[in-house]
């Protein structure tokens, strides 16, 4: 604080508040010179005039439009006070001055929120305010989700043996049955192969089983024969059943589209609908083109891939979905994979194999 003369107009007026008010006044105007007239009457005021601050421009209430005060604004306009004061009339500590701050930062914010609120950014593409659809993903209720999606189809293999397969074995088989289609081994390499994990060290005993199996040289059963039960017939009974339900499987799994002629179609049972796939294989002097229709009982996705290259499609509810592929090599398995969307864990995997020779039965 400067030190002022005992005769100052400070010095004259013991009021507290009234210094303070004058030291403010003092600060806000530009330095005069004492021996100035308009010195010399702001020092004689401040002997009559109780209340300096009459120097400070203040702005007049009266002239205030009210009406037309923001209500954000209007909400603390009991508590305008001078910036050198706090609402009781109390000169400001140096440590009330974040307070300040802090109060003003939150009634900015606020502002700029409200701002925005009733003036919404566009988009670019927007000339005005447009409501939009929520993502029909997310509206589409899902459907329940299932431990086996796949179990339906298994056990209607329509084996020429009438038997009760139990599931644990229909489910090993079935992952077998995926992973060998996408091979390019012989039919009955595969089959041998589907099911020689449940039988270790029996590989020649397979072979010799499937041979007949593959000629059609297995008799048919008489009609009135009863249900087999898996578990109870002898181990060579069980070798073949294992091989006829993979050959079934397999079937089902594999597709041999024949170039520039009629799609090869396959059916999966599922307990919540059909899936269907059907895939058409075409050849022109430009370009090979293999393509590939499914029927989804339920919101999924296909995926379709081979030789580097990969198409993938989808959907939020049962329906169509169709993928394809360019630049195909003929006899060569290109994998389609489908994954519903309740069971992503569990997905089904079909070959697409496309051929120039032969037909499809």
């Known amino acids: 604080m400067p030190n002022y003369p005992e005769n100052s107009k400070f ?48 702005p007049d209430e009266s002239s205030w439009d009210w009406e037309a005060l923001d209500p954000l604004e209007s909400e603390d306009i009991d508590g305008i006070y001078p910036p050198h004061l706090n609402p009781e009339g109390q000169p400001l500590e140096i440590g009330e001055i974040p307070a300040v701050q802090d109060r003003f930062q939150a009634l900015l914010k606020r502002r700029i929120q409200a701002e925005m609120q009733s003036n919404l950014p566009l988009f670019p593409w927007e000339t005005t305010m447009m409501d939009y659809e929520d993502d029909p993903c997310e509206v589409v209720s899902s459907p329940p989700v299932l431990s086996q999606p796949w179990m339906l189809q298994l056990k209607q293999l329509n084996l020429p043996v009438p038997v009760q397969l139990p599931e644990s074995l229909l489910t090993q088989l079935l992952n077998q049955c995926q992973q060998v289609a996408q091979s390019t081994l012989e039919e009955g390499a595969k089959l041998v192969q589907a099911v020689e994990n449940l039988f270790p060290n029996q590989f020649l005993t397979l072979n010799r089983i499937a041979r007949p199996l593959l000629l059609g040289e297995l008799r048919s059963p008489q009609k009135s024969r009863p249900t087999l039960v898996y578990e109870e017939v002898q181990q060579s009974q069980k070798m073949l059943l294992s091989l006829l339900a993979a050959q079934k499987i ?85 994998s389609l994979v489908i994954e519903l969307e309740n069971n992503p864990e569990a997905p089904l995997m079909f070959a697409i194999q496309p051929t120039h020779m032969g037909s499809q039965p």
């Open 11 to 58: 010095a004259m007026n013991k009021d507290p508040e009234a210094k303070i008010e004058a030291l403010f006044t003092w600060l806000l105007n530009p330095p005069l010179d004492d021996s100035s007239p308009v010195s010399e009457e702001l020092a004689s005021s401040s002997h009559s005039d109780p209340n300096p601050s009459r120097w400070i421009d203040q």
């Open 250 to 334: 397999l079937q089902t799994l594999t597709l041999t589209p024949v170039v520039n002629q009629t799609s090869i179609e396959r059916n999966w049972e599922t307990e919540l609908g059909s899936l269907k796939v059907a895939a058409h294989y075409t050849r022109t002097e430009q370009k090979s083109q293999l393509r590939v229709e499914a029927f989804l009982p339920c919101a999924g996705t296909v995926q379709f891939q081979g030789e580097g290259r990969q198409a993938i499609s989808k959907r939020c509810d049962p329906g169509y979905l169709s993928v394809e592929l360019f630049d195909i090599i003929g006899d060569r398995p290109y």
